[in-house]
């Protein structure tokens, strides 16, 4: 499968990929309105493709236990789990460096 057929399988398949984009462009699109410094915007990116790229990995995951051991052995779940926290360990530490840096600028708006 090449690299465009799988992001395009995830996309369609996986509804958080969908989210997690939508999510990524309101970010990206954030970072470019407000006056943030390069390193701001470079880190913006870097945690929006971060969160994407463990969605990706944690979706692999799945379908590579679900092959091998198709939810007849517990460590399936518990291998599922530990993705998951992985992908929602990501997303709340971009959240929090994302709040840190534009809650001041929305601040500004509304002063």
Same mark, same amino acid.
């Given at each position: 499968? #090449?690299?465009?057929?799988?992001? !395009?399988? *995830?996309?369609? #398949? /996986?509804?958080? @990929?969908?989210?997690?984009?939508?999510?990524?462009?309101?970010?990206? +699109?954030? =970072?470019? &309105?407000?006056?943030? !410094?390069?390193?701001?915007?470079?880190?913006? *990116?870097?945690? =929006?493709? =971060?969160?994407?790229? $463990? /969605?990706?990995?944690?979706?692999? @995951? /799945?379908?590579?236990?679900?092959?091998?051991?198709?939810?007849?052995?517990?460590?399936?779940?518990? *291998?599922?789990?530990? $993705? =998951?926290? %992985?992908? +929602?360990?990501? #997303?709340?530490? %971009? %959240?929090?460096?994302?709040?840190?840096? @534009?809650?001041? &600028? @929305?601040?500004?708006?509304?002063?």
């Amino acid at each position: 499968m #090449s690299a465009g057929r799988g992001l !395009k399988q *995830i996309f369609v #398949s /996986e509804p958080n @990929f969908r989210l997690q984009i939508l999510v990524g462009l309101v970010v990206l +699109l954030l =970072a470019w &309105y407000f006056p943030l !410094k390069n390193w701001e915007r470079i880190l913006m *990116i870097l945690l =929006a493709v =971060a969160v994407l790229v $463990m /969605e990706i990995l944690n979706t692999t @995951f /799945e379908y590579l236990s679900d092959l091998l051991k198709p939810r007849l052995h517990h460590y399936v779940r518990t *291998i599922k789990d530990i $993705m =998951a926290g %992985a992908v +929602l360990l990501t #997303s709340v530490g %971009a %959240a929090i460096v994302g709040l840190m840096i @534009f809650v001041p &600028y @929305f601040l500004q708006i509304l002063k």
